[in-house]
């Protein structure tokens, strides 16, 4: 079975600041993660995904993430933080592909808020 | 162009009726999904379709029925509307590909509403 804790459900920063935002995963197989971000009132964006490939993974915006297998770590960071980021991340882990389908299981989310 | 599209974007309905979210998208996936968010933002997968076979099917309540006509649509129909049904439902697809660690792509969501 897999699962994903997100550490922080609401983490604070001011604009310019460092953003990190915490992820831990528990998996049977060699995963696949992923960070999304959901703005209010919108749908989920992808903003990276790692899937076995380098450890160190950029995304949009700015983002990045480093898988960290002796940690079960995936967190999530970015430099410099923006107004626009102010959102819900979601951090999220994928069974292998069974051939047709991915059955992903969602963390509780981490709510950012940026501040001036 | 919207690659994942989801009608209604808001649905405000009574206990006990029946109603339908429809879910299309162009990006010629294979595999298209139900997800629901619930008041805590916590989202869990409902069903899978694969060309209109059933692949995932979680713990959900038979009053939940997915659709599929073709590959490129999947439609949520609910029975029986309950209170505890209100919440953020997500329509995603995804191309199996060869690398099996495909993305999901996200419609906008249905907020749906029971009174």
């Known amino acids: 079975a897999q699962s994903v804790t997100q550490l922080d459900s609401h983490v604070s920063v001011s604009e310019g600041t460092p953003v990190l935002l915490r992820c831990n995963y528990s998996s049977s197989y060699s995963p696949s993660l992923f960070w999304y971000v959901q703005h209010p009132n919108k749908g989920l964006q992808l903003l990276l995904k790692?899937?076995?490939?380098?450890?160190l993974v950029k995304g949009i915006n700015g983002f990045e993430a480093e898988f960290k297998k002796s940690e079960t770590s995936f967190h999530l960071t970015k430099p410099s933080a923006h107004m626009s980021d102010a959102a819900e991340y979601f951090c999220v882990v994928s069974e292998p592909n069974t051939g047709t389908a991915s059955k992903l299981t969602f963390g509780t989310g981490t709510r950012l808020q940026v501040t001036l | 162009d919207t690659a994942v599209s989801q009608t209604p974007k808001y649905l405000v309905t009574q206990m006990g009726n029946d109603k339908s979210i429809k879910c299309e998208q162009n990006l010629g996936h294979d595999t298209m999904y139900w997800y629901k968010q619930d008041s805590k933002k916590f989202l869990k997968i409902m069903f899978s379709?694969?060309?209109?076979?059933?692949?995932i099917n979680e713990t959900v309540p038979n009053r939940f029925s997915p659709k599929s006509p073709d590959k490129a649509h999947l439609n949520l129909h609910i029975n029986s509307l309950e209170l505890g049904d209100s919440a953020v439902y997500f329509c995603?697809?995804?191309?199996?590909?060869?690398?099996?660690?495909?993305?999901?792509?996200f419609g906008p969501g249905t907020r749906l509403t029971v009174l």
């Open positions: 790692y899937t076995s490939a380098a450890t």
């Open positions: 995603a697809s995804s191309h199996p590909g060869t690398s099996g660690r495909q993305r999901q792509f």
């Open positions: 379709y694969n060309n209109k076979e059933l692949i």
